[in-house]
T-cell receptor, first 116, second 113 residues
Framework: DTGVSQNPRHKITKRGQNVTFRCDPI?????LYWYRQTLGQGPEFLTY????????KSRLLSDRFSAERPKGSFSTLEIQRTEQGDSAMYLC??????????????FGSGTRLTVV | KQEVTQIPAALSVPEGENLVLNCSFT??????LQWFRQDPGKGLTSLLL?????REQTSGRLNASLDKSSGRSTLYIAASQPGDSATYLC????????????FGKGTKLTVNP
């Protein structure tokens, strides 16, 4: 297992189109997170899954955004009717919740979305 | 609402210098604090994680300290190298069950050969 994998690495889309990103976490990690990062800013939390359950959502996650994690493995983040303000790097991270675990995150390399 | 501030926003140093990056947070009720490194256009690499009950963590040339009561953390980098050039981000996780990390905007470090 080489870490958290995100696909695609880059996505250019026209305004109004729908896009979907995929994240494959480290296999033994039961927690998965999505963050969004714009230029010059730190990442902002979007949502968090423990196994297949979506337990926390940010107010940043508007009705146009939806995330799933079927079967508690990979996750998808879909943005409907994209807007130019959605242009950002979308980062996925995973961690493990068990006795003795440090609680640190492993981030993927991100998907850079450009809406034109 | 937790706010995380990192000073300076950018730092340029000659190779070999020891340096300190600063992070402050407004709400001291944190569960842990992490320091990350981010290379241009890439994801984040976790460097050090300090639990709220700890005062410092060390990994190689890196040492992070935490003063929860004053809302401050520092990342000390010894004998800096050009390969240390990156943006360093500080993030806190609150007590109370939320899994959200709140990040600062980062310090962009350039180490000149």
């Amino acid at each position: 297992d080489t870490g958290v994998s995100q696909n695609p690495r880059h996505k250019i889309t026209k305004r109004g189109q729908n896009v979907t990103f995929r994240c494959d976490p480290i296999s033994e990690h039961n927690r998965l997170y999505w963050y969004r990062q714009t230029l010059g800013q730190g990442p902002e939390f979007l949502t968090y899954f423990q196994n297949e359950a979506q337990l926390e959502k940010s107010r940043l996650l508007s009705d146009r955004f939806s995330a799933e994690r079927p079967k508690g493995s990979f996750s998808t983040l879909e943005i409907q009717r994209t807007e130019q303000g959605d242009s950002a790097m979308y980062l996925c991270a995973s961690s493990v919740n068990r006795q003795g675990a440090r609680g640190g995150y492993t981030f993927g390399s991100g998907t850079r979305l450009t809406v034109v | 609402k937790q706010e995380v501030t990192q000073i300076p926003a950018a730092l340029s140093v000659p190779e070999g210098e020891n340096l300190v990056l600063n992070c402050s947070f407004t709400d001291s009720a944190i569960y842990n604090l992490q320091w990350f490194r981010q290379d241009p256009g890439k994801g984040l690499t976790s460097l050090l994680l300090i639990q709220s009950s700890q005062r410092e963590q060390t990994s190689g040339r890196l040492n992070a300290s935490l003063d929860k009561s004053s809302g401050r953390s520092t990342l000390y980098i010894a004998a800096s190298q050009p390969g240390d050039s990156a943006t360093y981000l500080c993030a806190v996780k609150a007590q109370g069950g939320s899994e959200k990390l709140v990040f600062g905007k980062g310090t962009k470090l350039t180490v000149n050969p």
